[in-house]
């Protein structure tokens, strides 16, 4: 596990798997590939494999022994529903959130119809905790969008997207059952550009369907250079789970005020 990650809308990333494959637009500059494959053939590094997926099962129980409460990317350089990973060994991962659940998980798959599936069976057991979020990734209307379906035909409590890397104007998305949206330019030495009034598009949907909406980035070849700020302000919305007493737990939102 890998505490004070980078990524802005997480606090610590946890990969029970390494490495995974294309499977559609937002995959073609994968930060995780490039990383991974530079440790090729590297003997004892984590990703002397490079991309190649397998499971890591000696850090499947890495949050239970992390004793502050934080927010965890799941497989921050792979996919955990990716069509390689056995369900149960996924159903492995998912006993560790049940079981270590003072911490959030954020889960973010580009195989939505599995998740769907799998929420919708072994794991509807998880699908209900408001400490573990769903998300898909949306990079684009052809691929991305379909899956915003996927993952609001799964009976989850807390679903949210990713929409990262924005490659074109979506549109107009149906936010229905969507709990938080966050939108990024993709970001690195092949970086495809992002144009404002895509992201202006998505803040305004959210704002009048009153999703949490968070900026990551406008990302570009100098990450740094653009910053996240959008229209003179940056945009940190984001679910809040809420463990009350009792067990009775719900889901509120958080969304800071503009200007
Ligand atoms: S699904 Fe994610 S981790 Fe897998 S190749 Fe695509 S961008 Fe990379």
Known sequence: MSDNSSI???????????????????CKNCYAERFAERFRGVAGHPFEQGFDLRLIPEKLHDPI??????????NSMSDL???DVPDAYIEQVVQVMLAADHHVYQVLTKRSERLR?????????????????????????RYGVPRIDHLRDAPAQVRFLSVEPLLEALGEVDLSGISWVIVGGESGPRARPMRREWVTSLLAQCEAAKVPFFFKQWGGVQKKKHGRELDGRTYDGMPVAMFLSGGNEHVESKQPRRG
């Not at 997480?10 to 990969?15: L, S, V």
């Open 117 to 141: 599936d799998m929420l919708d069976g072994k794991l509807r057991n998880a699908a209900a905790k408001p400490h573990i979020w769903w998300g898909v990734s949306v990079e684009d209307r």
């Open 81 to 83: 529903f990716h069509e």
């Open 65 to 74: 022994g992390w004793k502050r409460s934080r927010r965890i990317f799941v």
């Open 8 to 26: 802005e809308w997480t606090d610590a990333t946890w990969n029970p798997i390494r490495g995974c494959t294309k499977i559609s637009p937002g």
